[in-house]
């Protein structure tokens, strides 16, 4: 669920109005304020925790900020991702972090998931634009409702769990339901089923 707040804003200007509690984000210059439900909350927390233990297992050098706001090449917008997983090495580079706590450079992002909701056009459209644009090299969709539109998920509709990669500069997508293994770029060992996701959610 969204809640628009109708004040037009800069990106530097959000930044400084950003309240600590509660999750924003600002899109054209407009305050988005996300208000997940439970079923969003629980598959968001599923991933967190099972991408953050792989990580720690193979003793990647990976960094996972809750609230890091990724600065979108779109006019005056930043998201705020479900899930963000960043390279430690490469975030010391982010003329925006120390500050802002901000990544502009797709390059330091390793792997961003947004769990599907009723702004699904967002995610499916306008958030892969931004993020094939910037270079972040995989982006995770988890629809586990099946929202998404049939152009995105087919006919009928399903809970689909879609991982795009980046390939000579554009998305390649690759779908994953019932009991197949998500793959991953990012995490190539993960043993993670698309119905364990989204079995979390309900």
Do not use: C
């Not at 200007?13 to 509690?21: A, C, K, R």
């Not at 706590?101 to 056009?121: C, D, F, H, M, P």
């Not at 087919?154 to 991982?163: A, C, E, W, Y």
């Amino acid at each position: 669920m969204i809640a628009a707040i109708e004040k037009p804003m800069s990106f530097e200007e959000f930044v400084t109005w950003l309240p600590q509690d509660g999750r924003y984000e600002l899109i054209d210059g407009i305050v988005f304020e996300m208000q997940p439900t439970g079923g969003h909350e629980d598959v968001t927390d599923l991933l967190s925790t099972t991408l953050t233990l792989e990580a720690n297992r193979l003793q990647y050098p990976y960094k996972f900020p809750r609230r890091a706001l990724i600065k979108a090449p779109s006019w005056n917008t930043g998201y705020l991702p479900d899930v963000l997983v960043v390279d430690r090495q490469t975030l010391a580079k982010e003329p925006l972090w120390q500050q802002e706590a901000t990544i502009t450079r797709g390059s330091t992002i390793k792997l961003v998931v947004e769990v599907v909701s009723t702004n699904w056009e967002t995610d499916y459209a306008r958030k892969f634009e931004d993020y094939e644009t910037m270079g972040i090299q995989e982006y995770w969709l988890a629809d586990y409702l099946g929202l998404g539109g049939t152009r995105y998920i087919g006919k009928p509709k399903q809970p689909t769990f879609s991982v795009y990669v980046l390939r000579d500069g554009e998305y390649q997508v690759k779908q994953f339901r019932g009991r197949e293994r998500i793959e991953s770029l990012t995490f190539p060992e993960l043993t993670l089923t698309a119905e364990q996701v989204f079995r979390s959610g309900h």
